[in-house]
Structures are given as C-alpha cells and as structure tokens.
C-alpha cells in the first residue's frame, strides 16, 4: 500500500506536464497522505517528547516518495550483499 501510494504520487507529478488531471491525482495524493501522517506524528511527539518541525516534516514529505521508490527499484539493477550474503 504504502508504495502504491508513494508510486502514483510520482506519476502524478510526473504526468501533469501532458495532462493536468494528473497534478490532480498528485494533489489529492499527497495531501490525504500529509494529513494522515501529520496527525499520526503530532500525537506521537508528546509520547517521545519531540518537538515536531513543521518545515521540515513537509520537505521530508516531498523528499519520501522519491527515498521509497529509488530503495523498491535498487535490487533490481544492483546486486544486494547483507551480512556477507547475497539477498
């Protein structure tokens, strides 16, 4: 779920220069997915005592689809070693 959301997020992104119903599918995307994590996050930093950075919980939110997809699609084109050991 969490790379079909984050996968259809950049497609979005990506196909909205040819159609701009795509930047609608982004749009919609992205913030159901920063409001969902938003609340999650707030209510977790007072059981941890953090502070949570607005700023920066949006540029790690921009930044997190591109992180999930590039680390899916890396064993495809590169051999894996774990502990010495081909995975």
Request: aromatic share 20%; no cysteine; proline share 3%.
């Amino acid at each position: 779920l969490i790379v079909a959301v984050n996968g259809l997020m950049l497609l979005g992104l990506l196909l909205s220069p040819f159609h701009l119903s795509n930047l609608l599918v982004f749009g919609t995307f992205f913030l159901f997915k920063t409001i969902l994590d938003y609340t999650l996050l707030k209510s977790a930093q007072y059981f941890f005592a953090y502070k949570l950075s607005l700023g920066a919980f949006l540029l790690a939110q921009l930044i997190y689809p591109i992180y999930i997809l590039t680390v899916l699609a890396y064993p495809w084109f590169n051999k894996v070693r774990w502990k010495e050991r081909g995975v």
